[in-house]
């Protein structure tokens, strides 16, 4: 089975612009999750959606938004870039939301650079 | 979820065992113990969890000790494609949505 895919591999914006990034779970995952990394950090979680609806956010601005499709496959949005902003966007898929068997399957990433 | 606290690196011969350490000893009794992987510029791949009993699969083994406030990830045969950065997450079971929460885990680096 293919596993997670993420598009584009990578990109690069200026300050003010609008990005977004797209995401396919591994077939049968309901559950979409994104992760931000920047260099040297661990991946911070951004957002879970599940059945298209959000289930979980994490501490980031309103910038950032997301959603999720009949066929489970997601997009990331983030507007009015910034240059904080340039870092390695994981999209992470799983059977359900929360619990154990919730194992989280991550996908290549998206390189995004912002001058 | 609780905290984790892992050492920011480790050599290792190759064909000999890894041996990753993990401190929790904060953790609940509902939260497992997750082990995920990252090699350079890709996705963090999983490796393998547990709630309390020691687990085995295809690619490591995992050891928690009986108070669970600490394990260790065992790679049996260590070789030069097993240098990553290991992350040692705990995350509560059957319930939340709040993502892993990764620290800055533990740079693996297997010698030849």
């Known amino acids: 089975d293919a596993g997670v895919t993420q598009s584009p591999t990578h990109l690069i914006k200026t300050r003010g612009q609008h990005v977004t990034l797209r995401c396919s779970p591994i077939?049968?995952?309901?559950?979409v999750s994104w992760y931000q990394q920047v260099l040297g950090q661990g991946p911070q979680f951004i957002f879970q959606y599940y059945e298209k609806e959000e289930r979980g956010r994490g501490n980031f601005p309103d910038r950032f938004s997301a959603r999720q499709f009949p066929n489970y496959s997601s997009e990331l949005n983030v507007n009015a870039l910034l240059l904080g902003d340039s870092a390695l966007y994981l999209c992470?898929?799983?059977?359900?939301?929360?619990?154990?068997?919730?194992?989280?399957?991550f996908g290549p990433g998206t390189r995004l650079t912002v001058l | 979820d609780a905290k984790t606290t892992q050492p920011t690196s480790m050599d290792c011969a190759e064909g000999r065992a890894a041996n990753l350490p993990c401190n929790h000893s904060?953790?609940?009794?509902?939260?497992?113990v997750y082990w995920y992987r990252q090699i350079h510029s890709q996705g963090p791949q999983y490796i393998i969890h547990g709630l309390k009993n020691n687990e085995t699969n295809e690619m490591a083994s995992l050891i928690i000790t009986e108070d669970r406030k600490s394990s260790t990830l065992i790679l049996p045969h260590a070789t030069l494609r097993d240098t990553a950065v290991y992350y040692c997450i705990v995350r509560v079971g059957g319930g939340g949505a709040d993502g892993l929460t990764f620290g800055k885990g533990t740079h693996l680096i297997i010698q030849p």
């Open positions: 077939s049968g995952h309901k559950s």
């Open positions: 904060t953790i609940s009794g509902n939260e497992y």
């Open positions: 992470a898929s799983s059977r359900t939301s929360g619990g154990h068997t919730d194992t989280q399957y």
